[in-house]
């Protein structure tokens, strides 16, 4: 099953694109040619963009504590496996923990770094970190590829306790799903919602379908619109019905 995950606010918007961010930095901090740990490097830039927001630590921190605060309330009741309530509590008060620590401005080791910032401008213009133009950077795309891996733990290493943050919420919002199997006929789907407020939606579909999710809603209604693609790759509409799963997640 293929998962698409659509947020229903700013929020949650952000930190599915952070979450985005921390996959592929690791992932091609991992590899070893030049130019993988360039991408790694420019997911970095784009993880400043992203976290510049400046009530982001505090929004993430308040949402932490209050999900503590509804886990604490679970430890009378007896319905309630203590082991995982004490595991989920030590994960979301570790999130906490790293996050109040972590001073200053999210990124700002980046922007002190005139380095850094130099190539950060030049990766804005198209083929603008070419060895003619950075120098220096070329020089350190040819160092070692384990001092350049070493280098951008380092200066990733200061985003890390974002990424905990980030995992522990989404993951408790994945978690607090409500499923259910639906059928989109001729490729349209509609769902009163009922004036209650929903955080993500998440539709899994039969990859063998060919059929694409266009997701809209607000407080009272769920809208899915299924496309499919020809030769040429645009979506057009799917003219059959279309069977899925639909996950509504609030906190």
Not at 30 to 35: I, T
Not at 56 to 76: M, N, P, V
Not at 88 to 95: K, P, Q
Not at 166 to 188: D, F, P, Y
């Amino acid at each position: 099953m293929i998962l698409y995950e659509y947020p229903l606010n700013e929020r949650v918007r952000t930190l599915l694109r952070l979450e985005d961010l921390f996959v592929r930095l690791d992932h091609f901090c991992h590899e070893e040619h030049p130019l993988a740990h360039h991408v790694a490097l420019v997911t970095l830039f784009e993880l400043i963009e992203v976290s510049a927001r400046a009530d982001l630590k505090s929004d993430l921190l308040q949402e932490l504590e209050r999900q503590r605060q509804t886990l604490l309330g679970y430890r009378s009741n007896p319905q309630v496996s203590s082991t995982a309530l004490e595991q989920v509590l030590g994960d979301v008060e570790s999130a906490w923990n790293g996050l109040s620590q972590a001073t200053g401005r999210i990124g700002q080791h980046i922007r002190d770094n005139e380095w850094l910032m130099s190539i950060r401008s030049r990766t804005n213009i198209a083929g603008g970190a070419c060895q003619f133009d950075l120098p220096s950077y070329f020089a350190w795309q040819n160092h070692a590829a384990a001092d350049r891996q070493a280098d951008i733990t380092a200066w990733g290493g200061p985003f890390r306790p974002l990424e905990s943050g980030v995992a522990v919420i989404l993951k408790m919002l994945r978690e607090s799903a409500q499923r259910s199997h639906q059928s989109a006929e001729t490729g349209s789907f509609q769902q009163p919602l009922g004036g209650k407020t929903y955080q993500m939606v998440q539709v899994r579909i039969d990859p063998d379908l060919g059929a694409i999710p266009e997701i809209s809603a607000n407080k009272y209604l769920l809208w899915i619109r299924f496309t499919t693609q020809g030769g040429d790759l645009r979506p057009r509409p799917f003219e059959g019905n279309v069977e899925f799963d639909l996950s509504l997640c609030n906190l």
